[in-house]
C-alpha cells in the first residue's frame, strides 16, 4: 500500500485571500469519513473540510449557483485540483480501504461544495473506477459507500449527464436486492433524484428548443410509485436512522408528485414516523454554510410539498400564463400540462387537516433545534402552508407555532442599525414573517406572544420590513398592515413603537392609494389606531405647528371618509373624529373648507347619506352616493362638527354655520337629534346638541 503522502506533496496553489492546506492535513481529511473513524471525528472532518472550501471561494461571487459544464469557475478548479490526484489515485488501487477513503471523502464533498465535488466526478475514468469497485462481490460498506455517493451525484445536472447505463442498472440492483437497507435506500434515493433531475433537464431542452420533441430522457427502470412504495417502507420499518435518512430524501426528491402527496397524506403510520425520527435535542450541524442535516431538512421538506397550495396568480400574471399555454399548444409536438386536480385548493386543505391530526406540528419545536438556514426557512415556508386554512391557528398556536417562527425571523432579520428603506430581508424568510402576521391578525397579541409585550416589541421589526419590502407581494404587504394594526390596539407603547418604525408610516400613507380596497382599508385602519395610540403620529398628523403638512395629510383622510367601502369611511372618519380635539387640525379643517367647499358636505352626508344622492343628481353625473346609515360614521360626524366650531373665534363661526346650512349639515343635525325623540345617548345626543347650540348662536 502506498505512503499516505503520495499524490498529496504537490503545492496546492488556491485563488488569493485563501488558506494553504499541509500534506498531512490534506491525508486526514481524504481518510476522516471512512466508516471505520470514530463517529465523533466526522462533524471535525466536515467542518475543516468546509472551513477550506470556504477559504477558497472567499473571492467568488457564484458560490452555490448552478454552472453550465462549459463556464470555468477558477476556485472550483482550484479545488479540484487540490483533491483530485488524492481520490484517482485511492481508485486505482485495489485496496478496499484506499476505495472506501476516496469514495466516502467525495461524497462528503458533495455536501460541502459540490462543484469541485462534480468536477472530480466528471473526470475521464472517475466514474468507470467507482463501478469497477462495485462490479463483482464488493463489501457491505463499500457498496453503501458507492451508492451514497451516486445520491449525492444524482442531485447535480452535471453529474447526471456523464451517469452510465452500468451504473444505472446497478443502481436498480442495489435498490432492490441489496441485503443491506442502507444501500437500498441510498440507491432507490439516487434513482429518485436521477428520475426527477432527468425529467427536470429535460423539460428544460424542450423548453429551449421551443417546444420540439427531446428524445434524451434517461430510463431508469422504476416508476415513481414503485421507487416512493419502496422508500415508504423503509421509514416506516425503524430498522436504522441512516437507512431512514436517505428513505425520507428520496421521499422528499418523490412527494413533489400530486398523486404521492395524496398517498403519503392518507398514510399515518408514516406521518407518526416522521415524528418520532426528529431530533428531539439540539444538533450541531457538521457542516456551516453547507446543506443542513439531511434526516431534519428532507421531514421538513417532505411536510412542505404535502402542505404547498398552488401560487395565487394576479389576474395579469393569469392572462400571461394562458398566453404561453396557448404558445405551447399551437406547436404539434407539444402537449401543454394540465394541473392536477389533487392539487387544488380542497385537496390540499385536506392534506394539512390529516397532517395536523397526525400530529405533524410537533415536529417544527425539535427541528427548529438544527441550527441551520435551510431548515428555518422550511420551517417558515410549511408552517405558512399550514395557517393558511384559519382552523389550524389555534393548534398551531398551541405547539408553540408563534416562538419557532420568532427564532426563525430573529436569524433573518438585518443589522438593527441599518434603516428600513436600506436593511435588505432575505426573501427566503417572508414566508416564516407572513404565517407569524397570519396568526397575528386572527389571534389576540397576548396569545400568539404571550403576556410579555417584549416579544410584541420583536415582532414590529420584521412586520415592518415585510410591509416595505421591495420583494414583498401585495397580499404580504396587507397581512403585514392587518397584523400592525391588531398589535397597535394592545397598547399605546405599541402603537409608539409601531408608528417610530423607519420608513413605516411613509410606506402605510402610500397604499391609502392602492386601488385594492382591501390594502387601501387595512392602511386606513393602522393609521386610525396609530392616531388614537401615539402621541408622535397625533403631532404628525394633525397637532403638528406645519398647517401645510397638517392640511395635505387631513384632505386625504376627509377624502377617505366619502369612499364607498364603510370600513375604510369609519377609519378615516373616526381618524378625522380624534384630530380634532387639536385646535391646529380643527384650523386646517376650516381652511380646507374655505378652499375647497368639501369638508362641510362630507361631514354632512356622513349623517344622512341621501345628501349625497341629492348631490349627485344636482351634478348630473349619475352616480349613486352612499346609501343607509351608520351609527359609527354618525357619532364621527357629531364630533367633528362640534370640535371644528368650538374651535374657531365668533367672527368665523357664523360664515362657517352658513355654509353648514347651505350643504344641509345643519339640517342633518337636527333631523337626528328630533329623531333620538326621549332616547337619552350621552355619547351621541349631547355633542349632537353642543354643535347645534354653537351653530345657532348669532351672537
Not at 296 to 313: A, D, E, K, M
Not at 503 to 522: Q, S
Request: glycine letters at 6%; proline letters at 5%.
Amino acid at each position: 500500500m502506498r505512503s499516505q503522502h503520495d499524490g498529496d506533496s504537490e503545492t496546492i496553489r488556491l485563488p488569493a485571500g485563501s488558506r494553504g492546506v499541509l500534506p498531512d492535513e490534506l491525508s486526514y481529511l481524504i481518510t476522516a469519513f471512512l466508516p471505520s473513524n470514530p463517529s465523533s471525528d466526522r462533524p471535525k472532518a466536515y467542518l475543516t473540510l468546509s472551513a477550506f472550501c470556504q477559504g477558497a471561494r472567499s473571492s467568488s461571487t457564484a458560490q452555490g449557483k448552478e454552472r453550465d459544464t462549459n463556464t470555468h469557475d477558477p476556485n472550483t478548479e482550484a479545488l479540484a485540483k487540490a483533491f483530485g490526484p488524492s481520490v484517482v489515485n485511492r481508485l486505482a488501487e485495489t485496496d478496499e480501504n484506499s476505495l472506501l477513503a476516496s469514495v466516502t471523502f467525495l461524497t462528503a464533498l458533495f455536501q460541502v461544495d459540490w462543484q469541485s465535488a462534480a468536477s472530480i466526478f466528471q473526470q475521464d475514468g472517475v466514474l468507470e473506477a467507482i463501478m469497477d469497485s462495485v462490479d463483482l462481490d464488493p463489501s457491505t460498506q463499500l457498496a453503501r459507500a458507492v451508492a451514497q455517493l451516486l445520491a449525492q451525484a444524482c442531485g447535480h445536472k452535471p453529474c447526471r449527464g456523464v451517469l452510465s447505463q452500468q451504473s444505472i442498472q446497478w443502481l436498480n440492483y442495489a435498490s432492490r436486492s441489496s441485503p443491506d437497507t442502507n444501500t437500498r435506500a441510498a440507491a432507490t434515493t439516487a434513482l429518485i433524484k436521477l428520475s426527477q433531475g432527468s425529467a427536470r433537464d429535460n423539460a428544460e431542452v424542450t423548453e429551449s428548443l421551443g417546444g420540439a420533441e427531446d428524445t434524451g430522457a434517461v430510463a431508469v427502470g422504476r416508476q415513481d410509485e414503485e421507487l416512493a412504495a419502496a422508500m415508504r417502507e423503509i421509514v416506516v420499518s425503524g430498522e436504522d436512522q441512516a437507512s431512514a435518512s436517505d428513505a425520507v430524501e428520496g421521499l422528499a426528491y418523490l412527494s413533489v408528485d400530486p398523486a404521492i402527496k395524496e398517498k403519503l397524506s392518507r398514510d399515518i403510520p408514516f406521518l407518526k414516523r416522521l415524528v418520532t425520527l426528529t431530533p428531539r435535542r439540539k444538533a450541531t450541524p457538521s457542516i456551516e454554510s453547507a446543506d443542513p442535516p439531511t434526516l431534519v431538512f428532507g421531514i421538513l421538506l417532505i411536510v412542505s410539498n404535502l402542505s404547498t397550495y398552488r401560487p395565487r396568480l394576479t389576474e395579469e400574471q393569469t392572462q400571461i400564463e394562458k398566453l404561453r399555454q396557448m404558445a405551447k399548444a399551437s406547436n404539434a409536438n407539444s402537449k401543454p400540462p394540465s394541473a392536477s386536480p389533487l392539487d387544488d385548493d380542497g385537496h390540499v386543505r385536506s392534506r394539512v387537516r390529516r397532517l395536523v391530526d397526525a400530529g405533524i406540528l410537533d415536529i417544527f419545536a425539535s427541528a427548529i433545534r438544527t441550527d441551520t438556514a435551510g431548515v428555518r426557512i422550511l420551517c417558515g415556508k410549511a408552517l405558512l402552508n399550514i395557517v393558511e386554512d384559519k382552523d389550524n391557528r389555534g393548534k398551531v398556536l398551541q405547539s408553540g407555532g408563534a416562538k419557532v417562527l420568532m427564532q426563525v425571523i430573529k436569524h433573518a432579520m438585518p443589522d438593527s442599525t441599518e434603516k428600513a428603506a436600506s436593511a435588505t430581508l432575505d426573501p427566503a424568510y417572508l414566508d416564516a414573517i407572513q404565517a407569524l402576521a397570519k396568526l397575528a391578525i386572527t389571534s389576540s397579541p397576548v396569545q400568539v406572544f404571550g403576556p410579555d409585550e417584549g416579544a410584541m416589541y420583536g415582532a414590529i421589526r420584521p412586520l415592518s420590513l415585510m410591509l416595505q419590502g421591495s420583494s414583498s407581494k401585495l397580499l404580504q404587504r396587507f397581512e403585514s398592515l392587518m397584523a400592525l394594526t391588531n398589535l397597535s390596539s394592545q397598547s399605546a407603547e405599541l402603537a409608539t413603537r409601531i408608528g417610530k418604525s423607519d420608513g413605516l408610516l411613509n410606506k402605510v400613507e402610500l397604499l391609502l392609494l392602492e386601488d385594492h380596497t382591501l390594502v387601501r382599508r387595512a392602511a386606513m385602519e393602522l393609521i386610525c389606531n396609530l392616531i388614537a395610540g401615539s402621541d408622535d403620529v397625533f403631532e404628525t398628523y394633525g397637532g403638528g405647528k406645519n398647517l401645510a403638512t397638517t392640511k395635505s395629510k387631513l384632505q386625504v383622510l376627509i377624502a377617505l371618509s366619502d369612499v364607498e367601502d364603510l370600513p375604510t369611511r369609519l377609519a378615516a372618519s373616526g381618524a378625522v373624529a380624534t384630530l380634532t380635539t387639536a385646535p391646529s387640525a380643527c384650523q386646517a379643517l376650516v381652511e380646507l373648507q374655505s378652499e375647497g367647499r368639501r369638508v362641510f358636505p362630507i361631514i354632512a352626508q356622513l349623517i344622512d347619506p341621501s345628501l349625497a344622492l341629492r348631490d349627485d343628481a344636482d351634478e348630473g353625473d349619475g352616480k349613486g352616493g352612499h346609501t343607509g346609515t351608520h351609527p359609527g360614521l354618525i357619532h364621527r360626524a357629531i364630533i367633528c362638527t362640534r370640535n371644528i366650531f368650538l374651535s374657531v373665534p365668533q367672527s368665523l363661526r357664523n360664515k362657517l354655520s352658513q355654509e353648514a346650512e347651505e350643504v344641509g349639515l345643519l339640517r342633518a343635525l337636527m333631523d337626528f337629534v328630533k329623531a333620538q325623540g326621549d332616547k337619552v345617548d350621552g355619547a351621541m345626543l349631547r355633542p349632537a346638541l353642543d354643535a347645534l347650540k354653537v351653530m345657532m348662536d348669532k351672537t
